[in-house]
Nanobody
Framework: VQLQASGGGLVQAGGSLRLSCAAS????????MGWFRQAPGKERELVAA????????SYADAVKGRFTISRDNAKNSVYLQMNSLKPEDTAVYYC???????????????WGQGTLVTVSS
């Protein structure tokens, strides 16, 4: 599975961006999909995840109510709509795919190259 993330850029605080992740090489309709981010000097963190059928989503507390993850299995793609952006949302955002669990947690084996989101104050 190859993942290509896009849609990052520079936006003012309070603005919006929509990230896209296109998968190729294999259909990801049966995969859990996630968006991660890594800010300078910080560890990578899971921002949002969505079940294979799209009926279940989860979010980091820092983005709840502002970000929305969705997927279109017909297009083999996953999206992250980011609203009310804050300077602390500045990071490289990565999409990832998981087909297996370790206990209750998804194990992400496939990663995209990342797209930079910069939020200015």
């Amino acid at each position: 599975v190859q993942l290509q993330a896009s849609g990052g850029g520079l936006v003012q605080a309070g603005g919006s961006l929509r990230l896209s992740c296109a998968a190729s090489g294999r259909t990801v309709s049966s995969y859990i999909m996630g968006w991660f981010r890594q800010a300078p000097g910080k560890e990578r963190e899971l921002v949002a995840a969505i079940s294979w059928y799209g009926g279940s989503t989860s979010y980091a507390d820092a983005v709840k109510g502002r970000f929305t993850i969705s997927r279109d299995n017909a297009k083999n793609s996953v999206y992250l709509q980011m609203n009310s952006l804050k300077p602390e949302d500045t990071a490289v955002y990565y999409c990832a795919a998981s087909r297996r669990l370790s206990g209750p947690n998804a194990v992400y084996d496939y990663w995209g190259q990342g797209t930079l989101v910069t939020v200015s104050s």
